[in-house]
């Protein structure tokens, strides 16, 4: 029985959630809408939302594997994954396993040095402020999350980083960095929104060419190409 999609609850960058028949499921459709600089650069990548689908698909199923929960329910098509309905934690997870983008930037530090252990930041999700960079202080000063939340996000980050380094080290990829967002579902903090050459920041491990969003913002070409590689390495 085909499922019944209805009225669009929130369009963002990259993707639309819709409601279901079953107030505890959303669909998310993938846009091949792309933005960089906090929506300042405005572009589309071809087939990017079904590349983002089918990556995010095979990731989440492999975090469900290695005991993560994660929002993810099934892959309905191309665009279209079914997910829990979250409430978003707003904070921004980035973990970094190399220095590299703004890291390097801020601090000065040669891009390409392997960070152990992995560095894990927070940003707050706020786009008029350009999802600023905030301590654990901050979070608790804004009440953001409780700090047994935030414990409990942290923890999730490095699990999932440690079931995605070896994983694409496998696929000849590094895992330089990656976005996470985590959300509430029945109570419990879950994986949210998606796990992509969007969210993510891949280098061929050979040639440390980029393999992701980063060939859109810096203007590198051959974008396309990067995400059906990305999508051949990771599905096969």
């Not at 990017?48 to 199923?61: A, D, H, P, T, Y």
């Given at each position: 029985?085909?499922?019944?999609k209805?009225?669009?609850?929130?369009?963002?960058?990259?993707k639309?959630i819709?409601?279901?028949?079953d107030?505890?499921?959303?669909i998310q459709?993938?846009?091949d809408?792309?933005?960089?600089?906090?929506?300042?650069?405005?572009g589309?990548?071809?087939?990017?939302?079904?590349?983002n689908?089918?990556?995010s698909?095979?990731?989440?199923?492999l975090?469900?594997?290695?005991?993560?929960p994660?929002?993810?329910?099934?892959?309905?098509n191309?665009?279209?994954?079914l997910?829990?309905?979250v409430t978003?934690?707003?904070?921004?997870?980035?973990v970094r396993n190399?220095?590299?983008g703004s890291?390097a930037?801020?601090?000065?530090?040669?891009?390409g040095?392997?960070?152990a252990?992995?560095l894990i930041?927070?940003y707050?999700?706020?786009?008029?402020?350009?999802?600023?960079?905030?301590t654990?202080?901050?979070?608790?000063?804004?009440?953001?999350a409780e700090?047994?939340?935030?414990a409990q996000i942290?923890?999730?980050?490095?699990?999932?980083d440690k079931l995605?380094?070896?994983?694409?080290?496998?696929?000849q990829?590094?895992?330089v960095?990656?976005?996470?967002?985590?959300?509430r579902?029945?109570?419990?903090?879950?994986?949210?929104?998606?796990?992509s050459?969007?969210?993510?920041?891949?280098?061929?491990q050979?040639?440390k060419?980029?393999?992701?969003k980063?060939?859109?913002r810096k203007?590198?070409?051959?974008i396309?190409e990067?995400?059906q590689e990305v999508?051949?390495?990771v599905?096969?």
């Amino acid at each position: 029985m085909a499922l019944m999609k209805g009225a669009m609850l929130y369009e963002g960058k990259a993707k639309k959630i819709f409601e279901t028949a079953d107030q505890g499921q959303v669909i998310q459709y993938f846009k091949d809408d792309a933005t960089a600089f906090n929506a300042q650069k405005k572009g589309t990548i071809v087939e990017k939302g079904v590349v983002n689908n089918k990556v995010s698909e095979k990731l989440f199923r492999l975090l469900e594997a290695g005991g993560v929960p994660t929002h993810f329910v099934e892959r309905l098509n191309d665009r279209e994954m079914l997910t829990k309905k979250v409430t978003i934690v707003p904070i921004e997870v980035v973990v970094r396993n190399v220095v590299a983008g703004s890291l390097a930037k801020r601090l000065g530090l040669k891009e390409g040095v392997a960070i152990a252990p992995p560095l894990i930041e927070f940003y707050y999700k706020n786009d008029a402020l350009g999802d600023p960079l905030v301590t654990e202080e901050h979070i608790r000063l804004m009440n953001l999350a409780e700090p047994a939340t935030l414990a409990q996000i942290k923890d999730l980050a490095l699990r999932i980083d440690k079931l995605l380094v070896p994983f694409f080290q496998e696929r000849q990829m590094i895992l330089v960095d990656f976005k996470l967002e985590f959300g509430r579902h029945k109570g419990r903090v879950i994986l949210a929104d998606e796990i992509s050459p969007d969210t993510c920041r891949f280098w061929d491990q050979k040639t440390k060419e980029s393999m992701d969003k980063d060939r859109f913002r810096k203007d590198l070409g051959k974008i396309e190409e990067a995400y059906q590689e990305v999508l051949k390495r990771v599905c096969g």
